[in-house]
């Protein structure tokens, strides 16, 4: 196949556009709009953006906590201070109006390396989802791509059978000229009124075909298809044989990264359960000015700087625990990874399979093809001097109508293989130059 072939036959249906106002699209121009306006591809990019604000809070812990308190109210007291001075030590109540005034600030010097562990592990998260988004624009991207093609099918498909239909409305024009004449048979005239109706009908039968394309066309892009240009020919980006192209997706393919990222994340998250294993310094500040406290009257100021080390020497087991749970958390996402390692084996293999089978096959379409064409020609030469019947003719025009449209759909097929394989290593997008939303891009890059 070449390129040549598919834009001579995507050519044949250029008017059949919807609007002449509406300018022609593209196969990237497509692409684009539908990665643009994609909702499944809207809730990858929430989900991204929404993981990444876990990294800030994460690094929050970073700096200083400040707190400011204040408090006004009543206050009854009796405490050995009320009943200072009292010789028989009887029980004295003291009321006052009491008020409180406070500032902390507490600054995190050593948390178990806490704080960085979780910082690393939303920053593979974000990662993870960000590859997430790659990788649902590549999918969605293969939609949009099977949709514009099958709208050129179908077109084209619609044109043979117009073209079929006008063979079989000259055949009969001939034959009932031969009927007015008397050199016709009725019966010949009632057959080639029947494979004309038949002709009629797959006409009818693929304006139905195409009317669906289109139909399915605008649920995907978005919009009606108008003067769809020919797509453009990837075959320079298929890789030279399977275990390249398997080696290509197995680097480059976005949902094994994200599975990749989310082994990292399991990691940070087991480095976060051993914090508990390590004590927990503090840098505390605090000023205090209160008024008539516990029975006190007056003023009552407290100004403090302290260093605090907290260490949890026993917990029931809990943080031991909870550090086995990482670690089968870390199996676990290694468990996905392996898994979308062979989907991802699996996917390019079907697709290259996919590509050789109609590959293979183009040669024997199109010789049919050709053949059905020349066969049809001599068959109308032989039948105008008498030595094909009808029958033989009325054959010969249905096989060679069947013939282009298996050829027709042999081309689409091959093109929509190769697109197929870009999919399954990753680069469709790439390969067509859609701008992919910015939230596909991993941190680290």
């Known amino acids: 196949m070449t390129v040549s072939d598919i834009i001579k036959i995507s050519c044949i249906s250029a008017g059949l556009a919807f609007s002449a106002n509406i300018s022609a699209q593209t196969l990237p121009g497509a692409v684009q709009l539908t990665i643009d306006e994609n909702p499944e591809i809207q809730t990858a990019k929430s989900e991204r953006l929404a993981v990444e604000q876990e990294i800030d809070q994460a690094k929050s812990n970073y700096f200083p906590s400040v707190d400011l308190g204040a408090g006004y109210g009543y206050e009854r007291s009796n405490n050995p201070v009320t009943r200072r001075g009292n010789p028989d030590g009887k029980k004295r109540n003291v009321d006052y109006d009491r008020t409180e005034l406070s500032a902390n600030l507490r600054q995190m010097l050593f948390d178990g390396f806490a704080t960085h562990s979780e910082v690393k592990r939303h920053r593979a998260r974000t990662d993870a989802r960000a590859y997430t988004v790659f990788g649902q624009s ?3 991207a293969l939609g949009a791509v099977e949709a514009y093609i099958n709208v050129l099918r179908r077109q084209d498909l619609l044109q043979l059978a117009k073209e079929n239909l006008a063979i079989h409305q000259q055949t ?5 000229l031969r009927a007015e004449r008397g050199v016709g048979k009725k019966a010949d005239a009632q057959q080639s009124l029947g494979r004309l109706a038949l002709a009629e009908t797959n006409v009818k039968s693929e304006e139905g075909n195409l009317y669906d394309a289109e139909t ?3 649920r995907i892009i978005g919009v009606l ?5 020919p797509a453009p020919d990837p075959i320079d980006n298929i890789p030279e044989n399977l275990d390249a192209a398997i080696e290509e997706a197995i680097n480059n ?4 990264k994200s599975a990749n990222s989310d082994i990292e994340s399991a ?6 359960a051993a914090s508990p294993y390590y004590p927990r310094v503090d840098l505390e500040a605090g000023y205090s000015w209160n008024n008539n406290l516990d029975g006190i009257p007056d003023k009552n100021e407290d ?13 029931g087991g809990k943080d031991k625990a909870r550090r086995n749970e990482t670690a089968y958390r870390i199996n676990h996402a290694k468990n996905i990874r392996d898994n979308t390692y062979r989907q991802v084996v699996e996917s390019m293999r079907l697709s290259w399979v996919a590509y050789q089978t109609v590959k293979n096959q183009m040669v024997f379409f199109k010789r049919h093809s050709d053949a059905s064409v020349k066969t049809n020609k001599a068959y109308q030469g032989q039948f105008n001097i008498g030595q094909r019947t009808l029958l033989d003719l009325l054959d010969s025009a249905n096989e060679m109508f069947q013939a282009k449209s298996a050829y027709v759909n042999s081309l689409y097929d091959q093109q929509f293989a190769m697109y ?5 290593k990753g680069t469709l997008n790439q390969f067509l130059a859609v701008k992919l939303p910015k939230e596909a891009l991993p941190l680290r890059k």
């Open 138 to 140: 590549e999918i969605t």
């Open 172 to 176: 009969n024009d001939q034959i009932a």
């Open 216 to 218: 399915a066309y605008q």
């Open 225 to 229: 298809p108008n003067q769809l240009e």
């Open 253 to 256: 393919h976005p949902i094994l």
């Open 267 to 272: 990691f940070a998250q087991h480095e976060t």
């Open 303 to 315: 100004l403090t700087a302290m260093v605090r080390m907290q260490w949890n020497i026993f917990k």
């Open 420 to 424: 197929r394989i870009l999919t399954s």
